[in-house]
Protein backbone atom coordinates (compact mmCIF):
# COMPACT_ATOMS: atom_id res chain seq x y z
CA UNK A 1 0.00 0.00 0.00
CA UNK A 2 1.26 3.26 -1.22
CA UNK A 3 1.71 5.89 1.62
CA UNK A 4 1.00 9.48 1.71
CA UNK A 5 2.90 11.23 -1.22
CA UNK A 6 4.03 15.13 -1.50
CA UNK A 7 5.33 17.36 -4.52
CA UNK A 8 7.44 19.04 -4.86
CA UNK A 9 9.95 17.68 -2.59
CA UNK A 10 11.96 21.42 -1.69
CA UNK A 11 11.12 24.94 -2.99
CA UNK A 12 12.69 27.87 -3.39
CA UNK A 13 10.77 30.97 -3.31
CA UNK A 14 11.25 34.84 -2.55
CA UNK A 15 9.32 37.26 -0.43
CA UNK A 16 5.82 38.13 -1.87
CA UNK A 17 5.37 34.76 -4.25
CA UNK A 18 2.80 32.40 -4.05
CA UNK A 19 3.77 28.58 -3.63
CA UNK A 20 1.01 25.47 -4.12
CA UNK A 21 2.14 22.50 -2.28
CA UNK A 22 0.37 18.94 -3.40
CA UNK A 23 -0.68 15.83 -1.05
CA UNK A 24 -2.12 12.60 -2.40
CA UNK A 25 -3.66 10.52 0.55
CA UNK A 26 -3.52 6.62 1.41
CA UNK A 27 -5.72 4.87 -0.93
CA UNK A 28 -9.38 5.03 0.99
CA UNK A 29 -8.07 7.83 3.09
CA UNK A 30 -11.01 11.11 2.85
CA UNK A 31 -9.45 13.27 5.50
CA UNK A 32 -6.07 15.34 4.69
CA UNK A 33 -4.55 17.50 7.02
CA UNK A 34 -1.79 20.23 6.38
CA UNK A 35 1.08 21.18 9.65
CA UNK A 36 3.46 23.33 9.35
CA UNK A 37 7.15 22.71 11.12
CA UNK A 38 9.24 25.53 11.37
CA UNK A 39 12.82 25.18 12.02
CA UNK A 40 13.17 24.41 15.85
CA UNK A 41 9.25 24.11 16.72
CA UNK A 42 6.95 21.64 16.65
CA UNK A 43 3.85 20.87 14.69
CA UNK A 44 1.49 23.65 14.01
CA UNK A 45 -1.90 22.35 12.92
CA UNK A 46 -2.95 24.37 9.53
CA UNK A 47 -5.94 22.94 7.82
CA UNK A 48 -8.36 19.89 7.94
CA UNK A 49 -10.02 18.99 4.61
CA UNK A 50 -12.45 16.02 5.02
CA UNK A 51 -15.07 14.80 1.58
CA UNK A 52 -13.97 18.06 0.02
CA UNK A 53 -14.74 20.29 3.09
CA UNK A 54 -12.61 22.52 4.90
CA UNK A 55 -13.35 21.11 8.83
CA UNK A 56 -11.04 23.05 10.78
CA UNK A 57 -8.50 26.03 10.50
CA UNK A 58 -5.55 26.57 12.22
CA UNK A 59 -4.47 30.14 14.16
CA UNK A 60 -2.52 31.22 10.24
CA UNK A 61 -4.07 34.02 8.66
CA UNK A 62 -6.08 34.26 5.34
CA UNK A 63 -3.03 34.31 3.11
CA UNK A 64 -2.77 30.16 3.90
CA UNK A 65 -5.44 28.31 1.98
CA UNK A 66 -6.24 24.87 0.36
CA UNK A 67 -9.01 22.93 -1.44
CA UNK A 68 -9.28 18.90 -1.70
CA UNK A 69 -10.39 17.52 -4.88
CA UNK A 70 -13.10 14.81 -5.51
CA UNK A 71 -9.92 11.98 -5.72
CA UNK A 72 -9.29 13.65 -1.65
CA UNK A 73 -5.97 15.00 -3.06
CA UNK A 74 -5.35 18.83 -1.79
CA UNK A 75 -3.14 21.45 -2.26
CA UNK A 76 -1.83 24.22 0.16
CA UNK A 77 -1.94 27.60 -1.37
CA UNK A 78 0.38 30.10 0.23
CA UNK A 79 0.30 33.58 -1.21
CA UNK A 80 2.14 36.93 -0.39
CA UNK A 81 5.08 34.66 1.17
CA UNK A 82 7.04 35.83 3.95
CA UNK A 83 10.74 35.08 5.34
CA UNK A 84 8.67 33.26 8.27
CA UNK A 85 7.10 31.12 6.19
CA UNK A 86 10.19 29.13 5.56
CA UNK A 87 9.72 25.35 7.19
CA UNK A 88 8.48 21.44 6.31
CA UNK A 89 5.11 21.31 5.45
CA UNK A 90 3.63 18.37 6.43
CA UNK A 91 0.44 16.64 4.91
CA UNK A 92 -1.24 13.81 6.67
CA UNK A 93 -4.08 11.23 5.97
CA UNK A 94 -6.50 9.70 7.92
CA UNK A 95 -8.00 5.99 7.92
CA UNK A 96 -9.47 5.99 11.39
CA UNK A 97 -12.42 8.45 11.99
CA UNK A 98 -13.30 7.33 15.80
CA UNK A 99 -9.26 7.78 16.46
CA UNK A 100 -7.87 10.04 14.47
CA UNK A 101 -4.74 8.08 13.79
CA UNK A 102 -2.70 9.76 11.22
CA UNK A 103 -0.49 8.68 8.42
CA UNK A 104 1.91 11.41 7.58
CA UNK A 105 3.92 12.06 4.15
CA UNK A 106 7.78 13.27 3.81
CA UNK A 107 6.91 16.42 3.94
CA UNK A 108 7.98 19.62 1.34
CA UNK A 109 10.72 22.33 2.68
CA UNK A 110 9.91 25.47 1.76
CA UNK A 111 12.51 28.10 1.45
CA UNK A 112 11.44 31.90 1.68
CA UNK A 113 14.46 34.04 0.37
CA UNK B 1 -9.21 23.34 25.95
CA UNK B 2 -6.52 20.61 24.64
CA UNK B 3 -3.31 20.57 25.44
CA UNK B 4 0.18 18.39 25.72
CA UNK B 5 3.16 19.14 27.36
CA UNK B 6 6.92 17.05 26.64
CA UNK B 7 8.61 18.91 29.17
CA UNK B 8 12.13 17.81 28.23
CA UNK B 9 13.15 19.73 25.19
CA UNK B 10 16.11 16.64 25.28
CA UNK B 11 16.94 13.47 26.39
CA UNK B 12 20.35 11.53 26.55
CA UNK B 13 20.85 7.82 26.96
CA UNK B 14 23.54 5.40 26.65
CA UNK B 15 22.84 2.72 24.30
CA UNK B 16 21.86 -0.36 25.92
CA UNK B 17 20.19 1.86 28.89
CA UNK B 18 16.35 1.94 29.22
CA UNK B 19 14.44 5.30 27.38
CA UNK B 20 11.90 7.74 29.08
CA UNK B 21 10.41 10.58 26.89
CA UNK B 22 7.74 12.08 29.12
CA UNK B 23 4.67 13.81 28.00
CA UNK B 24 1.17 14.91 29.60
CA UNK B 25 -2.29 16.09 28.75
CA UNK B 26 -5.26 18.22 29.46
CA UNK B 27 -8.51 17.26 27.56
CA UNK B 28 -12.37 17.29 28.60
CA UNK B 29 -13.49 13.74 29.00
CA UNK B 30 -11.45 10.62 28.11
CA UNK B 31 -8.27 11.31 25.61
CA UNK B 32 -6.73 9.22 22.82
CA UNK B 33 -3.18 9.05 23.45
CA UNK B 34 -0.89 9.17 20.34
CA UNK B 35 2.87 8.77 19.71
CA UNK B 36 5.10 9.64 16.56
CA UNK B 37 8.88 9.77 15.55
CA UNK B 38 10.15 12.09 12.98
CA UNK B 39 13.68 10.90 11.82
CA UNK B 40 15.85 13.80 10.00
CA UNK B 41 14.16 15.46 6.92
CA UNK B 42 11.42 12.55 6.84
CA UNK B 43 7.30 12.91 7.96
CA UNK B 44 5.88 11.82 11.75
CA UNK B 45 5.78 7.85 11.61
CA UNK B 46 2.79 6.32 13.64
CA UNK B 47 4.48 4.47 17.02
CA UNK B 48 1.58 3.53 19.10
CA UNK B 49 -2.07 5.06 20.55
CA UNK B 50 -4.38 4.70 23.29
CA UNK B 51 -7.60 4.67 23.25
CA UNK B 52 -8.94 2.57 26.12
CA UNK B 53 -8.57 -0.85 27.73
CA UNK B 54 -4.88 -1.18 29.23
CA UNK B 55 -2.70 1.21 30.11
CA UNK B 56 0.18 -0.79 28.12
CA UNK B 57 0.60 0.52 25.13
CA UNK B 58 3.19 -1.80 22.64
CA UNK B 59 3.84 -0.57 19.72
CA UNK B 60 6.70 -0.50 16.72
CA UNK B 61 9.99 -0.69 17.08
CA UNK B 62 10.32 -2.27 20.78
CA UNK B 63 8.55 0.85 22.28
CA UNK B 64 5.55 1.17 24.82
CA UNK B 65 3.90 3.87 26.38
CA UNK B 66 2.04 3.61 29.71
CA UNK B 67 -1.42 5.55 30.02
CA UNK B 68 -1.65 6.83 33.60
CA UNK B 69 -5.24 8.99 34.58
CA UNK B 70 -4.57 9.82 37.63
CA UNK B 71 -1.05 11.36 36.48
CA UNK B 72 -2.64 12.53 33.14
CA UNK B 73 0.55 11.23 31.63
CA UNK B 74 1.61 9.29 28.38
CA UNK B 75 5.09 8.54 29.21
CA UNK B 76 6.96 6.31 25.87
CA UNK B 77 9.70 3.79 27.00
CA UNK B 78 12.03 1.09 25.77
CA UNK B 79 13.68 -0.73 27.97
CA UNK B 80 16.84 -1.07 26.17
CA UNK B 81 17.47 2.22 23.84
CA UNK B 82 19.12 1.65 20.46
CA UNK B 83 21.42 4.10 18.68
CA UNK B 84 19.20 4.10 15.76
CA UNK B 85 16.18 5.10 18.79
CA UNK B 86 17.55 8.84 17.95
CA UNK B 87 15.11 11.42 16.48
CA UNK B 88 12.40 13.93 17.59
CA UNK B 89 9.53 12.14 19.53
CA UNK B 90 5.96 13.64 19.59
CA UNK B 91 3.33 13.20 21.78
CA UNK B 92 -0.52 13.79 20.73
CA UNK B 93 -3.47 13.93 22.07
CA UNK B 94 -7.39 14.34 21.06
CA UNK B 95 -10.61 14.27 23.25
CA UNK B 96 -12.94 11.31 22.27
CA UNK B 97 -16.15 13.46 23.27
CA UNK B 98 -17.44 15.65 20.14
CA UNK B 99 -17.92 15.14 16.76
CA UNK B 100 -14.46 14.17 14.77
CA UNK B 101 -14.34 18.30 13.53
CA UNK B 102 -11.77 18.40 16.99
CA UNK B 103 -7.81 18.07 16.33
CA UNK B 104 -5.05 16.53 16.93
CA UNK B 105 -2.87 18.55 19.50
CA UNK B 106 1.25 17.72 19.00
CA UNK B 107 3.24 18.57 21.57
CA UNK B 108 6.46 20.73 21.03
CA UNK B 109 9.20 17.30 20.39
CA UNK B 110 11.36 15.87 22.50
CA UNK B 111 14.54 15.50 20.62
CA UNK B 112 16.07 11.83 21.92
CA UNK B 113 19.66 11.33 21.76
CA UNK B 114 21.13 7.23 22.25
CA UNK B 115 25.48 7.92 22.79
CA UNK B 116 26.86 4.59 21.64
Known amino acids: EAGVTQSPTHLIKTRGQQVTLRCSPI?????VYWYQQALGLGLQFLLW???????NRGNFPPRFSGRQFPNYSSELNVNALELEDSALYLC????????????FGPGTRLTVL | AQSVAQPEDQVNVAEGNPLTVKCTYS??????LFWYVQYPNRGLQFLLK??????LVKGSYGFEAEFNKSQTSFHLKKPSALVSDSALYFC??????????????FGSGTRLSIRP
Open chain 1, 92 to 103: ASRVDRGTDTQY
Open chain 1, 27 to 31: SGHTS
Open chain 1, 49 to 55: YDEGEER
Open chain 2, 27 to 32: VSGNPY
Open chain 2, 50 to 55: YITGDN
Open chain 2, 92 to 105: AVRSALGSSASKII
